[in-house]
């Protein structure tokens, strides 16, 4: 059996952060059949990049390549950020389509596929993740890789018409058809996918699910990517979660509390959660002084104007909730622009009555899934859940909303502070048997096998 070889933006090298279910889970498979994790290192030079920078632990080696400056700006935060997250997330108004930010996201695919190339072996099997590298595949087999495969994308595939408004959709779909395997997240992603290939590209869906374009056939399946429960449970039991649970207990002392956390992200519908925590409060006056929002949102790309605009907008709408209903000791929202560790975050949602997950779109989400893991099973929080997040596809039993729709959050959040034990033990058990069900391992498996089905076949 070859190695595994895994490519992604970001690696878990010694010295990174090995924190969060995914990190581990590839770990975990690199280990197993020993491998190789080839990606960014995180690291930025001014004008010559030098050549892979090797670090080996155990059976596992990493090669990390630097990107100059100008790379980082127009690979990553211009065309990858800029361009292709908006447009995956069905958010063609954002996208800043550039160029040269493309030509730069080109060459970057182009150079570390020469790079990742020169590492391989006759047997192994390459697995490729996520909007960074859409055209890594095809230039590793440019370079003359014949062997398997296989491509996971983290974030949502948009309907054909979102897709098509990207300048490079043709492009980057001829890219992606190099692959042999294409995992997406959910059924929805799978069925986007297909459309548009059948649809744009004149591929031929086969009976048995596969696709045929550009004189290959290629498998799109979905692969639901969970979390390691047993990891989350511990963490919500530990000394971490029990400290910063006190923490909270002692500010809100009996009243109930409402939990978010989330990158901040415009794709995570934060302003329309803070709206609709502001509705409940307008129409129950009941409620004033009885209810508390903890939103944790650690800002990310902020040098991208749109996440700035967030920020803005975020301060100022959770300011005048809090303005508007603050009294001498009770603030309704608490909103934290940082972030904290899994730990901390494990006590939190223990702790938390109702965990709010109403993102506008999102691949799988799995600050749902760790939400679920958490609980105490005899007295369960609720999870209301966006029925635009990939994690509703297969959690029907949480309180699913329209994040869009602010009266109806409002209602949802309602329904599940006046939910009744006997309901809430019901549904949480329903949750915890699908996130222990389809967890991180299970994903990982199932992908890795349907890979080594390429590489048989
Ligand atoms: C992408 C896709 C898909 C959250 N706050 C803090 C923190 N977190 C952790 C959570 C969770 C992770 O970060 C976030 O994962 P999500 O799935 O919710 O969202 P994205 O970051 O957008 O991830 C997404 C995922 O890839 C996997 O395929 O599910 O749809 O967008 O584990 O607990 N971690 C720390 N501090 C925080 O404040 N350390």
């Given at each position: 059996m070859g190695r595994l070889i895994v490519a992604s933006n970001r690696t878990a090298a010694p010295g990174e952060e090995r924190a969060g279910g995914l990190a581990v889970a590839l770990w975990d498979a690199l280990t197993e059949r020993g491998g190789l994790w080839f990606g960014w290192s995180g690291e930025t030079v001014e004008r010559e990049t030098r050549g892979l920078r090797i670090v080996t632990e155990g059976n596992v080696e990493f090669a990390l390549a630097d990107l100059t400056a100008a790379e980082l700006a127009?690979?990553?935060?211009?065309?990858?950020?800029?361009?292709?997250w908006p447009v995956f997330h069905y958010r063609i108004d954002l996208a800043r389509f550039v160029d040269e930010d493309w030509d730069c996201y080109a060459t970057v695919n182009r150079r570390f596929g020469r790079l990742l190339h020169q590492l391989l072996r006759r047997d192994d099997i390459v697995w490729v993740h996520d909007y960074?590298?859409?055209l890594l595949g095809q230039e590793l087999r440019n370079n003359g890789w014949q062997g398997p495969l296989g491509f996971f994308l983290h974030i949502p595939f948009p309907p054909a018409e979102v897709f098509a408004a990207l300048p490079q959709h043709q492009r980057i779909a001829r890219g992606l058809a190099d692959f042999d395997l294409l995992g997406f997240q959910t059924e929805r992603d799978v069925g986007n996918f297909h459309r548009y290939m059948v649809e744009q590209h004149g591929a031929e869906l086969l009976p048995d699910g596969r696709l045929k374009a550009y004189g290959r056939i290629i498998r799109a399946e979905a692969f639901p990517i969970g979390i390691d429960p047993a990891e989350m449970r511990r963490f919500s039991e530990g000394e971490e979660a029990r400290t910063a649970a006190d923490r909270v207990r002692r500010m809100i002392g009996d009243r109930a509390l409402v939990i978010g956390a989330d990158?901040?992200?415009?794709?995570?519908?934060l302003p329309q959660r803070i709206q609709a925590f502001g509705r409940l409060l307008d129409e129950h006056d009941e409620l004033r002084g009885r209810v508390n929002l903890l939103q944790v949102a650690p800002p990310s790309r902020e040098t991208v104007g749109a996440y700035r605009d967030l920020r803005e907008e975020m301060d100022r709408l959770a300011g005048r909730v809090n303005g508007d209903y603050s009294d001498l000791d009770w603030t309704p929202i608490r909103y934290l622009a940082r972030g904290y560790s899994r730990e901390v975050l494990a006590g939190l949602y223990q702790l938390a009555r109702v965990g709010l997950v109403t993102p506008?779109?999102?691949?799988?989400?799995l600050v749902a899934k760790e939400y679920v893991a958490s609980q105490v099973p005899e007295d369960p929080g609720v999870l209301i859940l966006s029925?635009?997040?990939?994690?509703a596809e297969r959690m029907p039993?949480?309180?699913?909303?329209?994040?869009?729709d602010v009266g109806g959050v409002a209602d949802a959040i309602l329904r599940a502070l006046r939910m009744s034990r006997e309901e809430r033990v019901e549904r949480w058990q329903a949750l915890d048997e699908e996130v222990r069900r389809n967890d991180v391992a299970t994903w990982r498996r199932n992908f890795l096998d349907a890979l080594r089905d390429v590489e048989m076949a």
């Open positions: 127009g690979y990553y935060l211009g065309y990858a950020n800029r361009a292709l960074h590298f859409l990158r901040m992200d415009y794709s995570k519908g506008l779109r999102d691949g799988m989400n029925e635009f997040a990939g994690a039993s949480a309180l699913l909303v329209n994040p869009h």
